[in-house]
């Protein structure tokens, strides 16, 4: 049983550390965000991980084919 507890701790961590790095596109595009003064755009769950990305980072663009184009290239 101490095994099992200890491997639920570890899973726990690795759990923990993809989570935090999941956050970080979303941490990146608001700081940019934030350098420029432009209002913080959240994520969509709809949308694909580089396309998300590209979304909160450009949507003043207002150009699909513009985040279409930069989240492919991502």
Excluded: G, Q, T, W
Excluded at 5 to 23: G, M, T
Excluded at 24 to 40: E, G
Excluded at 59 to 74: M, P, R, T
């Amino acid at each position: 049983s101490a095994h099992y507890h200890d491997s639920e701790v570890v899973n726990d961590y690795l759990r923990c550390a993809i989570l935090s790095v999941a956050k970080v596109p979303s941490i990146i595009a608001a700081i940019y965000r934030y350098i420029v003064n432009k209002d913080i755009i959240l994520s969509h769950k709809s949308l694909s991980y580089s396309r998300n990305f590209a979304n909160m980072m450009l949507l003043d663009f207002k150009n699909d084919k513009v985040n279409d184009v930069v989240a492919k290239a991502l």
